[in-house]
């Protein structure tokens, strides 16, 4: 019985862990982005160049190759969030009732979608404008030259 109470114990410790880490990356969460979005305003200078730039992200498909590319996407974007309805219980676990679950997901997850997609095309379009083409791998900004 001892050693059943030890495991159980050393699992409630290592979750109670994870909850501290989980509290600590919130931050980093949200400067990261922010803090990438404005070193990419800085860097290029104008807010509306960034627009005309994001226009060269476009690809030039035919229809056919479209309709996959399309699909393709869809595919991604669902399993993102597949993923997340998955993980629903680490999400609504410290929840005090129903209705701020609902809240949280109705509220939260589109809008920090759209915000995070929203930032992720800025920061991409102004790379063009900086460096003549686009970069989508974040670790890349710290190896250009």
Known sequence: MNIIYKIHSSHYLLLEKIKILELASVPFLVIVPIGAFVWAWVSVG???TVLDASHQLGI???TTQRVRLFFTSVTGVISGWVTMS???MDYTR???HQRDQVVG???GLPT???FLAALGIFITSATIVMY???LWNPVRYLLVN
Do not use: M
């Open 86 to 88: 998955l993980n629903i």
């Open 60 to 62: 030039d498909i035919n």
């Open 94 to 96: 410290y929840v005090k």
């Open 105 to 107: 997901q109705v509220l």
């Open 112 to 114: 920090t979608s759209l």
């Open 132 to 134: 003549g083409r686009p």
């Open 46 to 48: 104008d807010f509306n």
